[in-house]
């Protein structure tokens, strides 16, 4: 069991908290069991981390796995959330190149919130896009926040990181209809034909999508306001557009 | 300017960032321009509280408001966000009663996410329902992140704490269709007909909406999950359900 925050081992499990670090190893964290074991089936861990406390799942396969015990404060440290399990895996990044036999497929714009590139990334799986497509600006994918917001779909559905003027152009090439989300010069979403293949783009919590972005597009599409709001909250609105266009 | 967090005045407002002083006193704080510039414009607002470097827009109307001017440490002590506008204000709770005319209603089962509530009331605001009705075990929603989240909805449409038990009975006497979410014994969301009137009602992240209210609807539908995830975010569910019914 390490005890000491200054153990060499401790130390780069601390760094894994930072942007920085995940982008130079190409590791990241997930924690609690129902995210390791999900990390486990698509075998993603290069390391366990338990306390003295932890049961393993007996149904586990975790042999050839390396396995590192450290006492619950120090587990606290390494910790995102405020009642630890007493579990976490260190993982390969999945990131996936973009393949054109892709049909259906998110972009992002930028979105700045960890919980909303989550649960949009969740609904993403949920609606079987082929794909979620990070541009620049947009979070760090592997952020504990957006990590814990996905549920595990991390591990379901291919993340790919690209510039979003080359991706459009891309999937014109691929005759994928490309559709912006702008609240002007749009047309509502029900109005638009449905169609097998698209390419949904949603942008900043502020902002939106940007207008370089917007000027590529085939469509853009919003969503009616009935009420006082002034707005959705990006993850709803992407979240009503992928089930419109996936089902 | 108020100096010290021993003032009575201070330690009166800190107080509120408690869900017990919320309830007695039924005030609650809204931080930031636009916020206070919604709780205004509903009448809402009781007291304003400043910096000495905060600059009033020459449009608001509080000349028979209370303002109070504190250091920006002890507005921070006061405020939930990192970066503190320097302006919050305490404000009257709005809690409405169930109207007989109430044609579309969300029912809210024990949503315990701050974050899912208030995205939640912004997008049935979007989506123009008639009220949000709160059931036990719910988070508080005058809680600080909850009202964050709301964007300013939390002032537009009516929010009623109700038993729900009691209010399904009230809404099939008015003879509104009351639709359950379940992923258990219930029909796909987009095969059940749409009405002008309808009580959708969401549930737990957990455990979803409780066997004891599903038993007392009318219809249970799920939202399909194509893909690998496990289910859908609630306010993800709740939105594209108000949004397939509202439209």
Redesign the interface.
């Known amino acids: 069991v390490i005890e000491s925050l200054k153990n060499p081992k401790v130390k780069a499990l601390k760094k894994l908290l930072t942007k920085k670090e995940r982008e130079k190893t190409k590791r990241f964290m997930v924690e609690g069991f129902h995210l390791v074991e999900e990390a486990l089936n698509v075998e993603a861990v290069v390391e366990l981390v338990i306390t003295p406390s932890t049961t393993l799942p007996a149904e586990w396969d975790i042999d050839a796995k390396e396995v590192t015990c450290v006492t619950e404060e120090i587990f606290k440290e390494l910790s995102d959330t405020e009642t630890p399990q007493g579990i976490l895996a260190v993982c390969k990044q999945p990131v996936s190149e973009f393949q054109s036999s892709f049909q259906r497929v998110l972009l992002i714009d930028a979105v700045q919130d960890p919980?909303n590139l989550g649960?949009i990334i969740?609904?993403?799986?949920?609606?079987?896009?082929d794909a979620v497509i990070l541009g620049k600006g947009t979070v760090d994918v592997f952020n504990s926040k957006v990590i814990r917001?996905t549920?595990?779909?991390i591990f379901?559905?291919p993340i790919v990181k690209r510039d979003l003027t080359e991706m459009i152009q891309e999937l014109k090439q691929l005759s994928i209809p490309v559709y912006g989300t702008s609240l002007q010069n749009s047309t509502p979403y029900?109005d638009v034909e449905r169609t097998n293949s698209f390419a949904i783009i949603v942008g900043n919590e502020g902002n939106g999508v940007s207008q370089e972005v917007l000027k590529q597009t085939d469509h853009n599409l919003y969503?009616?306001?009935?009420?006082?709001?002034?707005?959705?909250?990006v993850?709803?609105a992407a979240?009503?557009l992928m089930?419109h266009f996936?089902?």
């Open positions: 919980g649960t969740r609904t993403a799986d949920a609606a079987n896009l917001s549920q595990g779909s379901h559905i029900r969503i009616p306001i009935y009420g006082k709001a002034e707005s959705l909250n993850a709803i979240g009503i089930y996936a089902e």
